[in-house]
């Protein structure tokens, strides 16, 4: 006897699963076996920089990603580390992004921006500014009305590698990244090893005001020496191999910042608009 089933049931037993696999493999969306893509690795700095970040996850940069998770719908991963080293890491691919990096040539070699058409930077798309601000020890010789920085030997302290440097270098100064956060810069002007640091961020102008070490020895200039845009750059191998995804991620960054409630979190934290 033969126990053999229809041609018809033994064709659609067979054909079933090479139909769940080849929409598995399109992603097509509840198809069986579709891997959900994996966190996007974010490294940030290791230092108080309010209100933007914080060591421990706090911060406005982190209000405004989740909120960016939570309109796509996706997943971030984030770590804690100096600066110098979360830049490195962009460049070789051991994190995806860098959270609050301002643009620079060198980092174009292994980092993409959100840019319009025509490749100019697409400011809509980053995810804050910042001021660099001069801080001047009281009985130095250093001073700074906002079109003219004059230095003691040229030199200059600023916090370890951030953008400011490179613009001080090319002006001539001699730029001395020995600090790591605001409070060290303020410490060694209180010390009086340097009469000049140009610092970035609300801390270090909170810090020179409030904190007693600095009271009396320490003033900030009235007005900043520059101000940057702070982006989400992405790994440029990354990037070329998801575009899609990444330009969501920008274009939510845009949609979050316009917003009503994170306004409101930036008018909360003193950020000027």
């Excluded at 893509?37 to 700095?45: F, W």
């Amino acid at each position: 006897m033969n126990n053999s089933p229809p041609v018809g049931q033994l064709s659609v037993r067979r054909v079933l699963p090479l139909l769940a696999a080849a929409c598995a493999l399109a992603g097509v969306p509840g198809a069986a076996g579709a891997a959900p893509a994996r966190p996007l690795v974010m490294c940030y700095e290791d230092v108080v920089q309010r209100p933007w970040t914080t060591p421990s996850g706090g911060g406005l940069n982190f209000e405004l990603l989740r909120r960016v998770e939570k309109q796509l719908g996706e997943q971030f991963s984030y770590v804690a580390k100096p600066w110098r080293r979360c830049l490195e890491e962009l460049r070789t691919g051991a994190v995806d992004a860098v959270i609050g990096a301002a643009d620079a040539p060198d980092r174009r070699a292994y980092a993409v921006y959100p840019t319009l058409p025509g490749g100019a930077l697409d400011t809509s798309r980053a995810v804050g500014s910042d001021y660099a601000h001069v801080f001047l020890r009281t009985a130095g010789a250093a001073s700074w009305d906002g079109k003219q920085l004059v230095a003691p030997n040229n030199e200059v302290a600023v916090q370890s590698g951030y953008i400011v440097g490179a613009l001080l270098r090319e002006r001539g100064f001699r730029v001395r990244e020995l600090v790591k956060s605001a409070d060290d810069g303020l410490r060694m002007l209180a010390a009086g090893l340097f009469d000049v640091a140009i610092l970035q961020g609300l801390e270090a102008s909170s810090l020179a005001r409030s904190d007693p070490r600095f009271q009396g020895v320490v003033k900030q200039a009235p007005q900043p020496y520059a101000v940057f845009m702070l982006y989400l750059p992405f790994n440029r191998a990354l990037y070329a191999r998801d575009p899609r995804r990444i330009d969501s991620v920008w274009r939510a960054i845009a949609t979050v910042r316009q917003s009503h409630e994170y306004r409101q979190l930036l008018h909360e934290a003193g950020v000027p608009d």
